[in-house]
Nanobody, 115 residues
């Protein structure tokens, strides 16, 4: 399956962005990851039959899926400078916190949150 992210950009702290991940076909699970300069890629959120979030984004980010369109969204509110990074979506058989659990990746979209 091919994945294409969109929706990144530059926003001030406290602002919002909505990322989209369009898949070319059905996927069991879609995860969102981010990678800041000089840091490892980390899982942020995932959706399969449930939704999952890392502690630092709980209450601020919401993941959802439009099954008819094969699109997964990541609504990001109350953004903080530490949310800055390249955001990637990836597909898997089920949600996992490990990068190794995902087989297809998008090209990434840059999110920059200014102080």
């Amino acid at each position: 399956v091919q994945l294409v992210e969109s929706g990144g950009g530059l926003v001030q702290a406290g602002g919002s962005l909505r990322l989209s991940c369009a898949a070319s076909g059905f996927t069991h699970a879609i995860g969102w990851f981010r990678q800041a300069p000089g840091k490892e890629r980390e899982g942020v959120s995932c959706i399969d039959v449930s939704t999952y979030y890392i502690d630092s984004v709980k209450g601020r980010f919401t993941i959802s899926k439009d099954n008819d369109k094969n699109v997964v969204y990541l609504q990001m509110d109350s953004l903080k400078p530490e949310d800055t990074g390249v955001y990637y979506c990836a597909s898997a058989r089920h949600c996992s916190g490990s990068v190794a659990g995902y087989d297809s990746w998008g090209q990434g979209t840059q999110v920059t949150v200014s102080p």
